[in-house]
């Protein structure tokens, strides 16, 4: 069954460090997602990426994450200036069509010190 | 706006009994409602998922979820709890279009004893 692939798994990172959270979606999805789940809370949305612009993002998303889609394979995340409160799991998704249900790949465990 | 309520954090079952876990949801426009589980150290997994069709939905390994507009609920059942059930289930919902961003609730663990 087809996968979406997110790597590192972990990652440790020193405060105000540039991190990039990298993912590899379905190849022939075409709506991108980076949701975060920050340890013992929801699972939260940040971003939606369509035709390579942002489709929608949430108000976490400030001026210190981005998206892109550099090469037509890979979605990255990237977050220019960690702060402690960004040690979270990072999840990226893929969907063949909006509402079809998305897949999940296992996630990025970003650790902020 | 969407939001979904999920009651208690945790749900415990013996082996072979009924699995309940509810899910109440709002929503300005017509839901799309989706049941998640994540085992640990993993990611989420589409376990079933609701489109405006039947609103009896099945979905993998046996659960299922049924649709009640009037009670703006999507709980999550499954008759005999396997060990292997062990997980966090999350419900999600989303609207349609420029509102298709899933909005999740905050997750129920449940265990399930020999």
């Known amino acids: 069954e087809p996968e979406v692939t997110q790597t590192p798994s972990h990652q440790v990172t020193q405060m105000g460090q540039e991190v990039i959270l990298r993912c590899v979606p379905i190849?022939?999805?075409?709506?991108f997602y980076w949701y975060r789940q920050i340890l013992g809370q929801k699972v939260e949305f940040l971003v939606s990426f369509y035709n390579n612009e942002i489709s929608e993002k949430s108000e976490i998303f400030d001026d210190q994450f981005s998206v892109e889609r550099p090469d037509g394979s890979n979605f990255t995340l990237k977050i220019r200036s960690t702060k402690l409160e960004d040690s979270a799991m990072y999840f990226c998704a893929s969907s063949e069509s909006q509402n079809y249900g998305y897949t999940f790949g296992s996630g990025t465990r970003l650790t902020v010190v | 706006a969407q939001s979904v309520t999920q009651l208690g954090s945790h749900v415990s079952v013996s082996e072979g009994a009924l699995v309940l876990l509810r899910c109440n949801y709002s929503?300005?426009?017509?839901?799309?409602l989706f049941w998640y589980v994540q085992y640990p150290n993993q990611g989420l997994q589409l376990l079933l998922k609701?489109?405006?069709?039947?609103?009896l939905v099945k979905g993998i390994n046996g659960f299922e979820a049924e649709f009640k507009k009037s009670e703006t609920s999507f709980h999550l059942t499954k008759p005999s709890a396997h060990m292997s059930d062990a997980a966090e289930y999350f419900c999600?919902?989303?609207?349609?279009?420029?509102?298709?961003?899933?909005?999740f609730g905050k997750g129920i663990t449940l265990s399930v004893r020999p």
């Open positions: 929503s300005s426009v017509p839901p799309y």
């Open positions: 609701y489109t405006s069709a039947a609103t």
């Open positions: 999600a919902v989303s609207g349609y279009g420029a509102n298709s961003k899933l909005t």
């Open positions: 190849s022939n999805h075409l709506y």
